[in-house]
């Protein structure tokens, strides 16, 4: 690779969208000039403004606004007595599109792109020799890629240009990358040709392009073409985030992803769109300022105790928190919380290995050895309140119902480790999922065998916990992805709560606040880069959900 300048260029997203001028046409220009001022007026202007702005002889002026309203490029307005733009543009919006209907049918694939991973999904074109911007779905996340529709970006320094180029003809690609010297904006900026050229047949090879670091530090971008019958590249999408958040890893798990959606979109365009599914983010806040759990984890509202019970499953230690957390319990000998559940009395159960324990309010414990509950993963409960334990057997899972002295009786048995439980509200039906697989399975309380009812990508994260609100709605707390979601009754991702944390472990909601649930979070395993930016991680968080409504 070329030796780095003494320094590197900042990437002006403001003055990549200002085209050059071209020698010879200084009256046409003007007129785009002219109304390029007026677009950026935040409301009508007036000829007084634009001669001002300008610095043009009235005369010259009034000639070119009549030109360009004759022609509906812009339009007076009588009431006003100012300028704005004219409806001309609309007419010509509509065919600005590479071919028929592609913002359309790319929005439907963006927003699949956005709600699967909580990071802002992007849409460009081939433009000038440069990527420029058409469409986007923003992440939800307070930090976030925001960049601006209209923008042209460098082709050789983001992910969307570099998964054009590895799909045009060889010398379509030079003729664009030997244009102009390749800049560089920073220290991972590729401006040796050679290695370029090299790193688009990878791109080629895999179906997908990584951005890392190389035109804006700390952000990072996978991106796809989009292809036409042909094979040959009419835009191309791409998913971007901050690097903390959008790991290596993750990157390998999305490429795949972003590929299939870009090919979803060259085949969608050859046909009608389905519908998109809404989307709506939810606001959260922070619930402790208290030393962070390792691994939070099985939280359960106590509706006698007006508190939610929850744990830090490697301290061990049970807590109980209303305004401020208080330690309720902790096993011994030591050794991590397995389930919590609340029981007859309003006595909290806390299941740690082979140990049942029955736990008052005073932190008082009655503790019995129960064999058959060693390997239990998580407990749930029945609506008429009959505890429900998962148990490992193996490769196997048993769900069963716990009786007086924790025998297990009845149930399903589940190919899998089952590690999250939650009942319907009317009773008929139970969830269960196996985060390793990303699968969520339905029971029907009749039936000897279950079902499949969802499947998570692993790009969106691990189905480590469940809950079910008030309208009767599965939500699944989202391992490594960033997120809490609800799913809809056909069991696809419908809305999604960005967290400021990537591994929430639990999920309740509150039985006397109407839209409040607590998610438990896990601080074990995280980097230094993660922590730093998630310090919230091992903290019991509170979210308020405008979507369950009593």
């Not at 001669?51 to 307005?77: C, F, H, N």
């Not at 900026?189 to 190389?214: C, F, H, K, N, P």
């Not at 992803?257 to 519908?275: K, Q, T, Y």
């Not at 480790?417 to 029907?444: M, N, Q």
Request: with cysteine; charged share 25%.
């Amino acid at each position: 690779m070329s030796d780095l300048p003494a320094a590197p260029q900042t990437w002006d997203a403001e003055a990549a969208g200002r085209p050059e001028a071209v020698a010879g046409t200084q009256l046409i220009g003007k007129a785009f000039r002219l109304i390029d001022m007026i677009a950026e007026a935040p409301g009508h202007i007036d000829a007084g403004a634009l001669t001002a702005a300008t610095g043009w002889p009235k005369a010259t002026l009034y000639r070119i606004l009549s030109a360009v309203v004759a022609q509906g490029y812009v339009r007076l307005d009588p009431i006003a007595q100012g300028y704005t733009l004219g409806y001309r543009l609309l007419e010509l919006a509509q065919n600005v599109w590479t071919a028929p209907d592609l913002a359309a049918v790319a929005s439907i694939e963006l927003q699949r792109l956005r709600d699967m991973t909580g990071e802002t999904a992007y849409l460009a074109v081939l433009h000038d020799g440069a990527v420029l911007s058409l469409g986007k779905f923003e992440s939800p996340h307070e930090v976030r890629s925001a960049a601006k529709l209209g923008v042209r970006k460098p082709i050789h320094c983001t992910s969307q240009g570099k998964a054009i180029l590895a799909y045009l003809k060889d010398d379509e690609a030079d003729a664009l990358l030997t244009k102009r010297p390749l800049e560089r904006f920073t220290p991972q900026t590729i401006t040796d040709l050679d290695y370029l050229r090299a790193q688009l047949q990878v791109v080629r090879s895999r179906g997908y392009a990584v951005e890392d670091q190389e035109i804006l530090l700390g952000n990072r971008c996978v991106g796809a073409p989009v292809l036409d019958v042909t094979g040959r590249p009419i835009a191309a999408i791409s998913v971007a985030a901050p690097i903390y958040r959008l790991t290596e890893e993750r990157v390998e798990q999305l490429g795949p992803e972003v590929a299939l959606a870009a090919r979803n979109i060259g085949l969608a365009l050859r046909s009608a769109p389905a519908r998109p599914a809404t989307s709506k983010a939810l606001s959260s806040e922070s619930g402790s300022d208290a030393a962070p759990a390792f691994y939070g984890a099985h939280p359960v509202w106590s509706s006698t105790k007006s508190c939610l019970l929850w744990a830090d499953r490697l301290a061990p230690c049970l807590y109980a928190s209303r305004e401020r957390r208080s330690v309720l319990f902790r096993p011994d000998p030591s050794q991590p919380i397995d389930g919590v559940a609340v029981g007859p009395d309003d006595i909290a159960i806390v299941v740690s290995g082979k140990q049942l324990a029955e736990v008052n309010d005073k932190g008082e414990s009655t503790v019995t050895e129960v064999c058959e509950l060693a390997g239990t993963t998580t407990l749930a409960h029945h609506p008429d309140g009959q505890i429900w334990a998962a148990v490992r057997r193996g490769d196997d899972t048993r769900i069963s119902s716990v009786q007086k002295g924790g025998a297990l009786r009845d149930g399903w048995n589940v190919r899998g480790h089952i590690t999250a439980l939650a009942w319907s509200k009317d009773g008929t039906e139970l969830f269960a999922a196996d985060p390793e697989r990303g699968t969520i399975h339905r029971f029907e309380s009749r039936k000897s065998s279950g079902r499949l009812f969802a499947r998570v990508l692993r790009v969106s994260g691990e189905p480590r916990s469940l809950a079910i609100d008030s309208s009767g709605r599965l939500w699944v707390g989202l391992y490594d992805g960033w997120s809490a979601a609800r799913l809809s009754e056909e069991g696809e991702i419908e809305n999604l709560l960005p967290l400021p944390v990537p591994r929430p472990t639990g999920i309740a909601f509150d039985a006397e606040i109407a839209g409040k649930l607590y998610v438990t979070t896990a601080r074990i395993g995280l980097s230094r880069e993660v922590l730093r930016n998630a310090p919230l991680s091992g903290q019991l968080l509170t979210a308020h959900s405008s979507l369950d409504r009593r």
